[in-house]
């Protein structure tokens, strides 16, 4: 079992001191016994669930996939009840630099719990990253799903005009995407040019007249981590186009990357103009 190493202090938990070369099951799952994990990153519980059914024995309250997941619940991602991860008795606890805070990550380390921390920024590097964790837990061979998925994100661009976009994540206060994201390439794969991606910060808080002084083609408005919907969000953009984009797709990197190419391209050639 590969253990990750938290490395430099931060806002959540930092960049690993190291890289790492019931439910629904997918086509392919494998049983695998022994091995108890606890995820507190969504998209992994996902993959985990779906392809080593039986190993996950907890998730946060934000592991929403597969909608039949029936595992103890252990808190939130941001402030999970550690002294329940405990409880659970896992071999390994699964982290995300983004998704969960340095504290908890130390914690857990420093009670012996062993953790393993994923830090994907492209998509590449997620495909890389979920098919190494899902071999060193024992599947035997790559699962139907992440075959899809790398051959739905090695196909060509459908598109070769790219349109200018600033990106929120999140409203009161505005956050957006900026450089070295997994999301941000995701977009970058489907013709989107974030305008923040040449910003020091990694989620700059531009106010909105900088926002609409940068006069984007498109306004892209994923529905998580701040549910954007077409009453909240597109009226601050007035006369823009606003594409309502599934957070799911844009930003887990699990199953959901077999499908989220058709997904995001559909939506992001559907935008909406407020008045």
């Not at 029936?70 to 008795?89: C, E, M, Q, W, Y």
């Not at 504290?103 to 420093?110: R, S, W």
């Not at 013709?191 to 984007?216: H, I, K, S, T, W």
Request: proline share 11%; with cysteine; glycine share 8%.
């Amino acid at each position: 079992m590969t253990i990750i190493p938290v490395g430099s202090p931060g806002g959540a938990v930092d960049r690993p001191m190291a890289s790492h070369p019931g439910p629904t099951v997918a086509p392919g799952a494998e049983e695998v016994d022994g091995v108890r994990v606890v995820s507190l990153v969504p998209s992994l519980t996902e993959a985990v669930a779906v392809t080593l059914p039986g190993l996950l024995v907890g998730a946060t309250d934000w592991c929403t996939h597969p909608a039949d997941l029936d595992v103890p619940r252990v808190g939130g991602s941001k402030f999970p009840d550690l002294d329940r991860i405990r409880a659970l008795r896992p071999d390994l606890v699964l982290l995300n630099i983004e998704e969960n805070r340095r504290e908890d990550a130390a914690a857990l380390a420093a009670a012996g719990v062993p953790i393993r921390v994923t830090y994907p920024r492209t998509v590449d590097g997620a495909l890389t990253e979920l098919a190494d964790l899902l071999r060193d837990l024992g599947t035997p061979a790559e699962p139907d799903w992440l075959a899809t998925a790398r051959q739905a994100w090695t196909a060509p661009a459908g598109t070769t005009v790219a349109r200018r976009a600033v990106v929120p994540v999140w409203r009161r206060p505005w956050v957006v995407l900026g450089a070295d994201t997994f999301a941000g390439d995701v977009l970058r794969r489907l013709g989107v040019y974030n305008l923040y991606a040449e910003q020091p910060e990694r989620y700059p808080r531009p106010n909105l007249d900088q926002m609409l002084m940068a006069e984007p083609d498109l306004v892209v408005l994923p529905d998580e981590p701040y549910r954007f919907t077409g009453d909240d969000g597109p009226e601050a953009f007035a006369g823009m186009p606003c594409a309502l984009v599934s957070g799911r797709h844009l930003t887990w990197y699990g199953p959901s990357l077999a499908e989220a190419r058709g997904v995001l391209t559909a939506q992001l050639a559907d935008p909406i103009v407020a008045g």
